[in-house]
């Protein structure tokens, strides 16, 4: 796989580690509760569960 990358960069090959390190990046979480499809208390506790997520250990 990094040596597709690499290929695929071509002649910006040099680029290579600064593209590894951006894509191994955590995706940031965003919840959205829409009216009428999730309960408060759903809502609530998907929040605690995507806040655990961001500050586990292994995230930073």
């Known amino acids: ?3 597709a990358l690499g290929r695929a960069l071509g002649e910006r090959s040099a ?3 600064a ?5 191994n990046e ?3 979480v ?5 009216p009428g499809r ?4 759903e809502s609530a506790g998907y929040a605690d ?3 655990a997520l961001r500050h586990h ?4």
């Not at 999730?38 to 208390?41: F, H, L, P």
Request: charged share 30%; hydrophobic share 55%; no cysteine.
């Open 30 to 34: 965003t919840l959205v509760a829409r």
């Open 57 to 60: 250990p292994r995230r930073r």
């Open 19 to 23: 593209l590894l390190a951006a894509d």
């Open 15 to 17: 680029e290579l580690p």
């Open 1 to 3: 796989m990094v040596a």
């Open 49 to 51: 569960a995507v806040l």
């Open 26 to 28: 955590p995706p940031r």
């Open 38 to 41: 999730a309960e408060r208390a």
